[in-house]
């Protein structure tokens, strides 16, 4: 039997399953100007969060939805929730469930299978069940992302043409990082999708695999902009008072430049100053290396647990600070506390040694907080105008800067004035409108 045959009758066998189970939509009237498809393996189940990719999915698909387009989302969803449902206005559509049950733990649990599978059997039950119901009269488009859907647009674009409606569909395929790179069938990708990415950096580091690459930043969610209660802010402030309070929030990755941010705190405290470095890491082994070497340097450590994740659990949890300089929260805080946390800051640590899009810096920057990234992937970051912007891994650069920002805080506050501007420019609402939406009525490729 061959691996074209075995292919095949997975994905027929796959559509079945989909047809005589849960899985069966209602899909608005053909006659829809326009149909979005989001092809991803997170999403915005808690079974298909690992990363970025499902906060920027999320934001996209309901974006596109209040925008008022037919939008389908199509991942790796929790086995246990419907096939197929309506969640704030977006069609999404759990797939590969028949495998992530015997996978509990998550997503990437699989992914091999689960790659295989979806690539197979997704591309003919779209065609059959969305795609030739909805494009009567108008177009489609697919945006999918990462190398984990790379076979499923290759099989897309063959059944296509294979049925002569090609020029109905545009497909555009998204890189978020270089993950999978080397299982990626460039040329082939190239001529089944118009290749996308988030940033200029991202774009720079695909110029020896793909050429003609689109950028297509990330964007925020209207709740991104949301200042912190007032009440809340004035009660993190009185238990800040005193303090050069820094907010940092990622893995303990050393690519995130931990133990610059540890230097830096350390060397602010021998200029004189109070520190305190707020940080949220995660469960990776380097934690244990980075608060380590934060003792050695003679910094005081704290590590703790918030009693909820919301404002009032990161507010009880900021007290009896006065001789602690590296607080360590070792729960979750919800997008309502790190809005909190990053407009509470003097400034918000981001300064990774590679970031693709820097999507942390960019919320701080929409509360009016001051970001401090790296000079890498961060397109909306501009040196001293709308954020800080470290040149080295040097940490007298990073304390140097704030020392100085903290004489001027007439320069911070034009500096975080101009950061809310430029975020406002990043909402998903004007990414769509923008640049998506333009790029999406292009021409599809041969």
Not at 10 to 33: I, N
Not at 91 to 118: I, M, N, T
Not at 397 to 420: N, S, Y
Request: with cysteine.
């Amino acid at each position: 039997m061959t691996d074209t045959y075995r292919r095949t009758e997975r994905s027929r066998r796959s559509v079945r399953r989909q047809r005589t189970g849960r899985h069966r939509p209602e899909y608005a009237p053909a006659g829809s100007p326009t149909q979005f498809h989001v092809l991803s393996f997170e999403g915005p189940d808690d079974y298909a969060k690992a990363g970025g990719i499902a906060t920027r999915v999320t934001g996209l698909t309901r974006a596109l939805a209040g925008a008022g387009h037919e939008t389908h989302h199509w991942y790796i969803g929790d086995p246990d929730a419907p096939g197929h449902e309506v969640t704030e206005g977006v069609h999404v559509h759990r797939w590969c469930q028949w495998l992530s049950r015997s996978c509990p733990a998550g997503v990437y649990e699989g992914e091999d299978a689960k790659e295989a599978d979806y690539a197979a059997s997704l591309p003919p039950f779209l065609i059959a069940e969305a795609l030739l119901p909805g494009i009567g009269a108008g177009r489609a488009v697919v945006l999918a992302e990462e190398w984990h859907t790379v076979g499923a647009v290759l099989h897309l674009d063959t059944l296509l043409r294979t049925m002569g409606i090609r020029d109905r569909v545009t497909i555009r395929w998204n890189a978020n990082n270089t993950f999978g790179f080397s299982r990626i069938p460039w040329d082939r990708l190239a001529k089944a999708a118009r290749i996308v990415t988030v940033s200029r950096y991202m774009k720079s580091l695909m110029a020896d695999v793909a050429a003609d690459v689109e950028v297509i930043p990330n964007g925020l969610p209207p709740h991104a902009y949301e200042l912190p209660d007032a009440e809340a802010a004035a009660g993190l402030a009185d238990r800040l008072r005193g303090r050069l309070p820094l907010a940092k929030v990622g893995r303990w990755d050393p690519g995130k430049r931990w133990l610059g941010t540890i230097e830096g705190t350390a060397e602010l405290k021998r200029r004189g100053e109070r520190p305190l470095l707020i940080a949220r890491g995660g469960i990776e082994d380097h934690g244990r290396q980075v608060l380590t070497r934060a003792r050695e340097l003679g910094l005081e450590v704290s590590e703790r647990a918030q009693p909820d994740t919301g404002p009032s659990g990161l507010l009880e949890t900021l007290v009896d600070l006065e001789d602690v300089d590296v607080l360590s929260l070792t729960t979750p805080l919800s997008p309502s506390a790190l809005r909190l946390l990053f407009r509470g800051s003097t400034a918000v640590l981001a300064d990774s040694v590679h970031e693709l899009f820097g999507l942390v810096g960019l919320e701080a920057m929409a509360v009016g907080a001051l970001a401090c990234t790296g000079g890498t992937g961060e397109d909306y970051a501009e040196p001293g105008r709308n954020a800080l912007v470290l040149q080295s891994g040097d940490p007298r650069e990073m304390a140097g800067l704030l020392v100085h920002l903290r004489r001027w805080p007439e320069v911070v506050t034009t500096m975080t004035a101009r950061a809310i501007e430029t975020a406002t420019s990043y909402a998903w609402g004007r990414v769509i409108e923008e640049r998506l939406l333009p790029l999406s009525r292009m021409g599809v490729p041969a």
